[in-house]
């Protein structure tokens, strides 16, 4: 098997952050800590913060708003308008 020189980020972040949109898009975030050597992050308090600061700013168009850890592949965090 040859050796990724680059990551994927979907295939290697850590977190996701998926947004539902009042107009009906959904829109997907990934956190940008890697797995990887090339990853100079892998603080998880910052990567939520991150996250934290996007939900700021989309939380007024968004129906919901659900956070996954990709590594236990469980719900994080689960934010519902009203």
Same mark, same amino acid.
């Given at each position: 098997?040859?050796?990724?020189?680059?990551?994927?980020?979907?295939?290697?972040?850590?977190? #996701?952050?998926? +947004?539902?949109?009042?107009?009906?898009?959904?829109?997907?975030?990934?956190?940008? !800590?890697?797995? /990887?050597?090339?990853?100079?992050?892998?603080?998880?308090?910052?990567?939520?913060?991150?996250? #934290?600061?996007? +939900?700021?700013?989309?939380?007024?168009?968004?129906?919901?708003?659900?956070?996954? !850890?990709?590594? /236990?592949?469980?719900?994080?965090?689960?934010?519902?308008?009203?």
């Amino acid at each position: 098997m040859a050796i990724r020189k680059k990551w994927a980020v979907p295939m290697d972040s850590y977190s #996701k952050m998926i +947004i539902w949109l009042n107009n009906g898009n959904i829109t997907t975030f990934y956190s940008l !800590d890697w797995k /990887s050597s090339h990853s100079h992050l892998k603080d998880r308090a910052t990567r939520l913060q991150r996250f #934290k600061n996007k +939900i700021a700013q989309y939380i007024p168009k968004a129906r919901e708003i659900k956070i996954y !850890d990709l590594v /236990s592949e469980r719900l994080i965090a689960h934010y519902e308008s009203d």
